[in-house]
């Protein structure tokens, strides 16, 4: 199977905020933009194995900034690491500025999918190649948070997560 590059799996989608989708405080809801970024990472992590994928963990999700009723709202999502079955994806939010249409980075998640077989059962992906220093940074880290994400699941025991130990040792 043929290694991949982050930019192949590159995802954006670009949306209006609408009156349905904010709070209270004409913001967008919280949920809408999970939803809007399980969108954008399923697709990537389908372009990324050409299977059919699952959301497996939402691993991190930080809400920086509020986004406001009628902001155009772009979701990038990309695989940063692909590991046997698993994949994760780095995804970056962006705002832009009605009059300078400037882009903000208004908030960042990181979702793992994987990819299984018409019946379910995981099956392996292409392994990736990080090309970018950004893209390399994010390739370094992922398996700190895959052992994170597995001990924080009860998948793995906190004494075989080496990656973690390592960090506090
Ligand atoms: C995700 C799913 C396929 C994993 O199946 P499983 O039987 O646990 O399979 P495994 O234990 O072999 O795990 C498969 C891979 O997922 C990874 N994984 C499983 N749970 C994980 C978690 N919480 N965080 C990070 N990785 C996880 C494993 O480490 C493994 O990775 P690898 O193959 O790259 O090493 C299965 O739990 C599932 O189908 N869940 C429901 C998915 C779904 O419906 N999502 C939509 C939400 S409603």
Redesign the pocket.
Known sequence: MNAKYPSESLTTLTDLVLPSETNPLNNLFGGELLARMDRAASIAARRHSRRIV????V?HVAFNRAIPLGSVVTVEAKVSRS????MEIYIDIWVEDRESGNKTKANEAIY?F?A?DDT?R?VEVPQIIPETDLEKQRFEAALRR?QL??VL?G?MKPEEATELRALFV
Not at 54 to 57: P, W
Not at 83 to 86: A, I, R, V
């Open positions: 699952v959301t497996a963990s691993n590991f046997k079955s698993s793992t994987v299984v379910g995981p895959k994400s597995l699941a998948k």
